[in-house]
């Protein structure tokens, strides 16, 4: 009987995971009122069932003991630093928010041990996908779904999906394109391949109507698995595809550091969907706004100010209004603008050391199952984006999106002419869709 209930709870626990991981970004990006509290009470509620139900099997397998401990390392820390910020109230929330997304993560990993249940979990991430795009292409045709904001003036411009500023929509599209492109290489053509193609199409064409920071960066998530899939098939193909990236990167690094670069931007920014922003400008403001977390940090080098402390403690740094005309001075910055620099200036360098443990020890594995093989193509675009601007520290649906991948564990080897294991306690499951190439 007991081993029967804890099956139960843990195909329950499963589904809240899916349907957290629906609500993340969908829900305005849980970035504030319904949607944050709605992400925080069902990622709370799915890491306590998985507990109980694992409790009352009485056993854990973890397949990843290192990125375990080092989630669970970081979020104590999370919770540790509201002991001394100053907002308490809002650093329990937002402790709250990091226990959802971290709890579903670990959840997914604890549960999700087969291909059957990593295929329901990476189906639910794709019809997430699919909807915010649904939701972008109704905007552009002038229909907003009830009950959702977004920044005054943008869906006339620029599309905002079902998030509240067009930038975290970009930021979150990162999530979808690499993991498309990865089930397109790595499984066999079928019915499922033109639904998927479509999708892909649709991820860059909203993307382009953004005007995001972040529109390069999902181009690049969406070709990264390329390159992986080349090395695979022909190492040839691969060096010529990691040449050609490498000298994508150094063009964009002579656009940011070169006036020569930065004038050929302003003349191609707008095939590329950026409109209202020029790159000097971008940059200016990225220098004005770095210089608070910075600043921050400086004053609290090792634990820093707590979680969720940067909206109320930037202000103590602001140049006195006589000594500036504009810029970040004047205006009310709600988050760091860079990943590294927000968990800084909040949790400090032990923070930060613990989160970057946590994202290095969640590829220190050998990739098996789409969700290993597409994880690492998340991860490199987020590390980039992370040094201007918050995906994973400050946009809860997208941290969810993200960080929960990532927790999937790799899926064990099968013997030829064997099925894998299944959880103790499950029928014999058929064949998933998705069968790896």
């Known amino acids: 009987m007991r081993p029967r209930l804890a099956t139960a709870l843990e195909g329950l626990a499963l589904a809240l995971a899916c349907l957290t991981l629906l609500w993340g970004p969908l829900a305005q990006g849980s970035t504030f009122g319904w949607g944050m509290s709605g992400l925080t009470i069902l990622g709370c509620l799915t890491f306590a069932l998985t507990l109980l139900a694992l409790g009352m099997r009485g056993q854990v397998r973890v397949t990843h003991p290192w990125w375990v401990g080092a989630a669970l390392a970081f979020l104590a820390w999370v919770w540790a630093s509201t002991g001394w910020a100053a907002y308490q109230w809002e650093a329990w929330r937002w402790a709250g928010v990091w226990t959802a997304v971290l709890g579903t993560a670990l959840s997914l990993h604890l549960l999700a041990r087969t291909r059957r249940s990593q295929s329901a979990v990476l ?156 790159l000097e400008g971008f940059l200016d403001t990225r220098r004005a706004i770095h210089r608070f977390p910075l600043e921050m940090w400086r004053d609290h080098p090792v634990t820093g100010t707590g979680v969720a402390q940067f909206p109320s403690q930037f202000f103590e740094y602001r140049r006195p209004v006589a000594e500036v005309t504009g810029g970040a001075d004047r205006v009310f910055v709600n988050y760091a603008h860079s990943d590294y620099l927000q968990l800084l200036a909040e949790l400090g360098t032990v923070g930060l050391a613990l989160f970057l443990l946590m994202l290095l020890f969640s590829v220190a594995r050998r990739p098996r199952g789409l969700a290993a093989l597409a994880w690492p193509a998340m991860l490199a675009t987020f590390l980039c984006t992370g040094l201007y601007d918050s995906h994973l520290t400050a946009i809860p649906g997208t941290m969810l999106a993200a960080l929960a991948l990532s927790g999937l564990p790799a899926l064990p080897r099968q013997a030829a002419g064997k099925e894998e294991p299944e959880l103790e306690g499950e029928a014999p499951q058929p064949p998933a869709e998705l069968v790896r190439a």
């Open 123 to 278: 189906t639910v991430s794709l019809l997430a996908a699919a909807a915010s795009v649904t939701v972008a292409l109704l905007q552009e045709r002038g229909i907003t779904l009830p009950g959702y904001l977004a920044l005054p003036g943008t869906p006339e411009k620029y599309l905002t999906g079902p998030y509240f500023h067009p930038s975290h929509f970009s930021g979150y599209l990162i999530v979808p394109a690499a993991l498309v492109s990865t089930v397109l290489l790595c499984t066999r053509p079928g019915w499922l391949t033109l639904p998927l193609l479509a999708l892909a199409v649709g991820i860059q064409y909203v993307n382009l109507k953004t005007d995001g920071s972040s529109i390069p960066a999902v181009m690049l998530a969406a070709l990264i698995p390329v390159v992986v899939w080349a090395w695979t098939k022909r190492a040839w193909l691969g060096a010529v595809l990691t040449l050609l990236a490498l000298a994508a990167g150094g063009s964009g690094l002579y656009l940011l550091a070169t006036p020569q670069g930065q004038a050929l931007f302003a003349q191609h920014k707008a095939e590329l969907g950026i409109h209202s922003q020029n």
